[in-house]
């Protein structure tokens, strides 16, 4: 380039000497980045590093649909190309896509546009199709968009023959049968998908199949709209799977893995391709699920419910009952179980990942927390949260890791009711203090993961009923590593240093945030 700087480009042909056979003047060759083209010397082209060529082009190339060059030539004459280059260049356009294809777009229009406001009407400043027509660069090319669509759809793979052994058919289930699945993909207790274990050799036989890299290597990436079967490389494992196209836009795709439920937002281009026919003869083998009789804590079910029953449920099998099936969104309602004496819902309510709404969980609290949760009584509530402070400090209660996670829950739930709150700060300290070392650290990390050690520790920088027993909790968990990474930090010991110097507590509250400011300080110095 004539800055003196090196860029990517692609070369679209080579120019060799008229006098010397074979001697190689130069190549031309346009920047993957800038869009530029132009005729350079041998010696400044170099071979870029593989690293380099993953990155996308950042350059996107511009076609006017509607107008081809004058006097039928094949391209427009470079002082067209110059006139636009002195209107364009710089200026923030509009335009209106008809077809996307890799880093290239047909427009049907390409506009400066401008606010006329005393009118509030957009009014068009610069038509790049108007200065080709005025300027007579250009004539009209009415048949542009049709030939186009019709390239298009001649591109595309054909449909399968209706004698063909290729179906695109899904797996289903007959209701009140029982199956042995395992989870693939989790959205929620409400949303999730299964596989067949019955199934799964054949999956795997295809996919190995799939991945062959000469098969791959055959296949030639090409622009396939919204609906279409494909394959599709997957970002976290870099192998590739049977997929449907969810969305397009410039050089990604949004895909839905058939298989598996699961789906990736943003694929490059180059990683999606046809499917050959003989691909689609295994039906798809995703069955969309909800579990029956759970419902979530609060109105909605969250990013925690959904890693708690991932967790749960990976690396395991269960047996799937079908209790209905749900034409509409081809959603079956099923039961599931490690075992016949381990239902899935029972365990998932003892995390309190949701509550059950006619099983019974093996929790020792969940009447108490299903009060905390549901009652809009204040009374009930801080009854509730004054027995289980009193149950577990009596210790004769099985406390499970769930425990903790609900008592995080309940925390930032009542949040602002300070009397409740003193109970289940106890709560939490107790539940902590019955844990021996290793599965303190554990239970640590998930009072940090839930964000509530923050709050309280924030609660501490003002007049608060609760000092003593966000206090005694910071305490209780110690100088443990993961809250060093306490975003609240410094901040919180600046804070309560502030406290006590400038809005002086009460005399009885005083030793608690003392007592906070010197654990803090032995976690972060």
Same mark, same amino acid.
Request: charged residues 25%; hydrophobic residues 35%.
């Given at each position: 380039?004539? &800055?003196?700087?090196?860029?990517?480009?692609?070369?679209?042909?080579?120019?060799?000497?008229?006098?010397?056979? /074979?001697?190689?003047?130069?190549?031309?060759?346009?920047?993957?980045?800038?869009?530029?083209?132009?005729?350079?010397?041998?010696?400044?082209?170099?071979?870029?590093?593989?690293?380099?060529?993953?990155?996308?082009?950042?350059?996107?190339?511009?076609?006017?649909?509607?107008?081809?060059?004058?006097? !039928?030539?094949?391209?427009?004459?470079?002082?067209?190309?110059?006139?636009?280059?002195?209107?364009?260049?710089?200026?923030?356009?509009? /335009?209106?896509?008809?077809?996307?294809?890799? !880093?290239?777009?047909?427009?049907?229009?390409?506009?400066?546009?401008?606010?006329?406001? !005393?009118?509030?009407?957009?009014?068009?400043?610069?038509?790049?199709?108007?200065?080709?027509?005025?300027?007579?660069?250009?004539?009209?090319?009415?048949?542009?968009?049709?030939?186009?669509?019709?390239?298009?759809?001649?591109?595309?793979?054909?449909?399968?023959?209706?004698?063909?052994?290729?179906?695109?058919?899904?797996?289903?289930?007959?209701?009140?049968?029982?199956?042995?699945?395992?989870?693939?993909?989790?959205?929620? $207790?409400?949303?999730?998908?299964?596989?067949?274990?019955?199934?799964?050799?054949?999956?795997?036989?295809?996919?190995?199949?799939?991945?062959?890299?000469?098969?791959?290597?055959?296949?030639?990436?090409?622009?396939?709209?919204?609906?279409?079967?494909?394959?599709?490389?997957?970002?976290?494992?870099?192998?590739?799977?049977?997929?449907?196209?969810?969305?397009?836009?410039?050089?990604?795709?949004?895909?839905?893995?058939?298989?598996?439920?699961?789906?990736?937002?943003?694929?490059?281009?180059?990683?999606?391709?046809?499917?050959?026919?003989?691909?689609?003869?295994? $039906?798809?083998?995703?069955?969309?699920?909800?579990?029956?009789?759970?419902?979530?804590?609060?109105?909605?079910?969250?990013?925690?419910?959904?890693?708690?029953?991932?967790?749960?449920?990976?690396?395991? &099998?269960?047996?799937?009952?079908?209790?209905?099936?749900?034409?509409?969104?081809?959603?079956?309602?099923?039961?599931?179980?490690? %075992?016949?004496?381990?239902?899935?819902?029972?365990?998932?309510?003892?995390?309190?990942?949701?509550?059950?709404?006619?099983?019974?969980?093996?929790?020792?609290?969940?009447?108490?927390? !299903?009060?905390?949760?549901?009652?809009?009584?204040?009374?009930?509530?801080?009854?509730?949260?004054?027995?289980?402070?009193?149950?577990?400090?009596?210790?004769?209660?099985?406390?499970?890791?769930? %425990?903790?996670?609900?008592?995080?829950?309940?925390?930032?739930?009542?949040?602002?009711?300070?009397?409740?709150?003193?109970?289940?700060?106890?709560?939490?300290?107790?539940?902590?203090?019955?844990?021996?070392?290793?599965?303190?650290?554990?239970?640590?990390?998930?009072?940090?993961?839930?964000?509530?050690?923050?709050?309280?520790?924030?609660?501490?920088?003002?007049?608060?009923?609760?000092?003593?027993?966000?206090?005694?909790?910071?305490?209780?968990?110690?100088?443990? $590593?993961?809250?060093?990474?306490?975003?609240?930090?410094?901040?919180?010991?600046?804070?309560?240093?502030?406290?006590?110097?400038?809005?002086?507590?009460?005399?009885?509250?005083?030793?608690?945030?003392?007592?906070?400011?010197?654990?803090?300080?032995?976690?972060?110095?």
């Amino acid at each position: 380039q004539t &800055d003196n700087m090196i860029y990517r480009a692609k070369v679209s042909s080579v120019r060799y000497n008229a006098d010397r056979a /074979g001697r190689v003047d130069g190549v031309l060759a346009r920047c993957l980045d800038t869009g530029e083209e132009g005729l350079y010397p041998l010696e400044t082209v170099y071979r870029f590093p593989a690293r380099l060529a993953e990155q996308p082009a950042f350059a996107t190339e511009l076609i006017v649909c509607g107008v081809k060059p004058a006097e !039928n030539d094949r391209h427009f004459a470079s002082y067209c190309k110059e006139e636009l280059r002195k209107r364009v260049v710089g200026e923030v356009l509009e /335009g209106r896509i008809e077809l996307a294809l890799g !880093n290239c777009l047909w427009l049907r229009t390409l506009e400066k546009r401008q606010l006329l406001k !005393n009118l509030k009407l957009m009014s068009s400043e610069l038509s790049v199709k108007k200065v080709i027509m005025d300027k007579k660069f250009g004539v009209s090319n009415e048949e542009h968009i049709k030939l186009l669509r019709a390239a298009v759809r001649e591109a595309l793979p054909q449909e399968v023959p209706e004698d063909s052994d290729v179906t695109t058919s899904r797996v289903t289930l007959e209701t009140g049968t029982r199956h042995q699945v395992c989870i693939s993909h989790v959205q929620s $207790p409400h949303s999730f998908y299964v596989n067949l274990l019955a199934n799964m050799t054949s999956l795997e036989d295809l996919e190995e199949e799939l991945n062959d890299v000469q098969l791959l290597e055959s296949i030639l990436p090409c622009w396939l709209p919204k609906t279409t079967l494909c394959i599709a490389r997957y970002s976290k494992d870099n192998r590739w799977y049977r997929a449907e196209v969810r969305r397009t836009w410039h050089d990604k795709y949004h895909v839905y893995f058939v298989d598996y439920g699961n789906e990736d937002e943003a694929v490059p281009s180059n990683y999606v391709k046809t499917i050959p026919p003989h691909f689609l003869q295994l $039906p798809f083998q995703a069955v969309y699920c909800t579990l029956s009789g759970i419902e979530p804590i609060s109105d909605e079910w969250g990013a925690t419910d959904q890693r708690l029953m991932t967790e749960l449920s990976e690396e395991e &099998d269960f047996f799937c009952d079908v209790l209905s099936h749900s034409e509409s969104d081809n959603k079956y309602t099923v039961e599931m179980a490690y %075992d016949d004496t381990m239902p899935l819902i029972d365990i998932l309510c003892r995390s309190h990942v949701g509550l059950d709404t006619g099983h019974v969980s093996n929790s020792a609290f969940s009447d108490l927390f !299903n009060k905390l949760y549901r009652s809009d009584d204040d009374y009930v509530v801080l009854c509730a949260a004054e027995s289980l402070e009193v149950d577990l400090k009596a210790g004769d209660k099985g406390v499970i890791p769930g %425990d903790l996670a609900t008592v995080c829950r309940l925390c930032k739930l009542r949040y602002e009711d300070e009397s409740v709150m003193v109970h289940l700060i106890s709560s939490l300290n107790l539940v902590l203090k019955m844990q021996g070392e290793k599965e303190k650290e554990e239970w640590v990390s998930e009072l940090i993961e839930e964000e509530v050690l923050v709050s309280l520790i924030k609660k501490l920088t003002s007049p608060s009923p609760t000092h003593r027993a966000t206090a005694d909790l910071i305490a209780t968990v110690g100088a443990k $590593p993961k809250i060093l990474d306490m975003p609240a930090g410094t901040q919180c010991i600046v804070s309560l240093c502030e406290l006590c110097v400038y809005k002086q507590p009460e005399s009885d509250k005083l030793l608690s945030v003392l007592r906070a400011i010197r654990t803090l300080v032995t976690v972060k110095y």
